[in-house]
């Protein structure tokens, strides 16, 4: 069952283009008109092979790049009339990232890795270590606090990431392919989690090229030559 809270979307995009080397030979139609709403609270899962616009898709939402065309909102703000630094201030505030590649400092703990974010915006010491210990914690790996990531399977290092994610409590988590480097087992565990943490009230967004890894969301969206497609 959907754990969806609100009736407004947190996501939105209506007939979204990006085009790269637009005019030139080398032009290509990444996506093409695409339109959709992602409710606050949803677990969406967005589906597609490789060159699909899939991974596009995903650096629009999450305000990495911007579109050839059309609108997108996330949280009710035009993300078209921001310009690049009230784009990183939005996603900041609202967005989490969690990616295949689990991206630790070696040489950091978990608990200083998942507390770095908030060095970057004067959070004090204390605070950070307190946010930092919450976020482990809300991922079931506050015992590891301590562990470096040489110290951590592969999946307690994805649960240290996805800690990280979290440390600026956004209302948005965008996972990229987060189960890929991981065996079939930890990648179950973790979308477990994700489970967990929409049912917590988390907006959870889930790139894929896997439809047994999409089956854990509550909605898919299937991508295909840039366009938005039904089953």
């Known amino acids: 069952m959907s754990a969806v809270r609100q009736t407004a979307p947190v996501i939105e995009f ?4 990006k085009v790269y080397a637009p005019g030139s030979a080398a032009e290509v139609v990444a996506l093409d008109g695409v339109s959709g709403r992602i409710q606050a609270g949803e677990f969406v899962a967005i589906v597609g092979p490789s060159g ?4 596009t898709l995903m650096n629009l939402i999450g305000c990495l790049d911007t579109p050839s065309s059309g609108r997108y909102r996330c949280g009710g703000v035009d993300v078209s009339q921001l310009d ?3 784009r990183a201030e939005l996603r900041r ?15 950091m703990t978990a608990l200083e890795n998942v507390a770095l974010p908030l060095t ?3 959070v004090p010491r204390p605070q950070r270590r307190e946010r930092a210990t919450a976020a ?5 790996l506050a015992e590891r606090a301590a562990h470096r990531p040489s110290e951590l399977s592969g999946g307690q290092q994805q649960r240290v990431a996805i800690a990280r994610a979290l440390i600026n409590r956004p209302a948005i988590l965008l996972a990229d392919e987060p189960t890929g480097a991981l065996d079939s087992q930890t990648g179950e565990e973790i979308l477990t989690l994700f489970e967990q943490l929409r049912l917590a009230g988390h907006t959870v967004i889930l790139i894929t090229h896997d439809p047994a890894v999409a089956n854990h969301a509550d909605r898919t969206l299937y991508m295909h030559d840039g366009r938005l497609r039904t089953p």
Request: glycine share 18%.
């Open 52 to 55: 699909s616009g899939k991974s």
């Open 93 to 107: 505030q609202q967005i989490g990232f969690v990616f295949q590649g689990f991206h630790l400092l070696p040489r």
């Open 14 to 17: 209506e007939q979204l283009g």
């Open 136 to 140: 482990l914690r809300a991922v079931g």
């Open 84 to 86: 690049a630094s009230e």
């Open 120 to 122: 970057y915006v004067g």
